[in-house]
């Protein structure tokens, strides 16, 4: 079964407690974005991750099937990913996820 938006937010909010001291929400792109240190690193849209990629890894992230750039406009977002529910249907597999976004925003401080 399909995670709803709201269950995949609860499931960031738990994977995020390691650095709940650092970690903010705020509503963006359409959805809920954890924010770290300020800078957005990891959300939920449309029942989809989106998540913040240091550039020298976004070749290797997307070769998963579960992946693809992330794009609104017709024009892909520089170090923005979209990932299926498929893609993070296990916690092990979300917390890889918020360990780059988070990868991610450290290295923008």
């Given at each position: ?52 990629i240091v ?33 993070f249907d ?20």
């Amino acid at each position: 079964m399909k995670d709803t938006s709201q269950e995949i937010v609860l499931r960031i909010r738990a994977a995020t407690l390691p650095w709940t001291d650092q970690m903010t929400e705020k509503k963006m792109f359409g959805g809920t974005c954890f924010l770290y240190k300020g800078k957005m690193c990891v959300g939920e849209t449309k029942k989809r991750l989106m998540v913040r990629i240091v550039p020298e890894k976004m070749k290797d992230v997307l070769k998963d099937p579960n992946v693809s750039p992330m794009d609104f406009t017709g024009k892909p977002m520089k170090e923005f990913i979209f990932v299926t529910q498929e893609g993070f249907d296990t916690e092990s597999k979300l917390q890889q996820w918020i360990e780059l976004g988070v990868e991610h925003a450290a290295s923008k401080q």
